[in-house]
Nanobody, 124 residues
Framework: QVQLVESGGGLVQAGGSLRLSCAASGRTFSSNGMGWFRQAPGKEREFVAGINYSGTSIYYATYVKGRFTISRDNAKNTVYLQMNSLKLEDTAVYYC?????????????????WGPGTQVTVSS
């Protein structure tokens, strides 16, 4: 069992930065693939970024590539999402997710555990 809690969301102006954190409980964190997803009002949940168990394999959705960075610290049981050059369209609830498998995946159905989410609002 893995429990996830996101933090770091908030209100930021366009062009600004935020860093999201996802703290995980459970002994298996260092063997779990992790992902970040987001859901804007009226839209489906979408993939943002994924990272494998060791941090050696990372993938980004095209709409965040070059602006967002995913990383993990297995000693701290934490995965991060550094978000730079934020745009209005980045406004959403951001979710952290964990897989029992070691690799990342872009489909939400591939993830076994989810955090409650943290709100990110980008203003003009």
């Amino acid at each position: 069992q893995v429990q996830l809690v996101e933090s770091g969301g908030g209100l930021v102006q366009a062009g600004g930065s935020l860093r999201l954190s996802c703290a995980a409980s459970g002994r298996t964190f260092s063997s779990n693939g992790m992902g970040w997803f987001r859901q804007a009002p009226g839209k489906e949940r979408e993939f943002v970024a994924g990272i494998n168990y060791s941090g050696t394999s990372i993938y980004y959705a095209t709409y965040v590539k070059g602006r967002f960075t995913i990383s993990r610290d297995n000693a701290k049981n934490t995965v991060y999402l550094q978000m730079n050059s934020l745009k209005l369209e980045d406004t959403a609830v951001y979710y952290c997710a964990a897989r029992i498998a070691a690799g990342w995946a872009s489909g939400s159905g591939a993830y076994d555990y989810w955090g409650p989410g943290t709100q990110v609002t980008v203003s003009s």
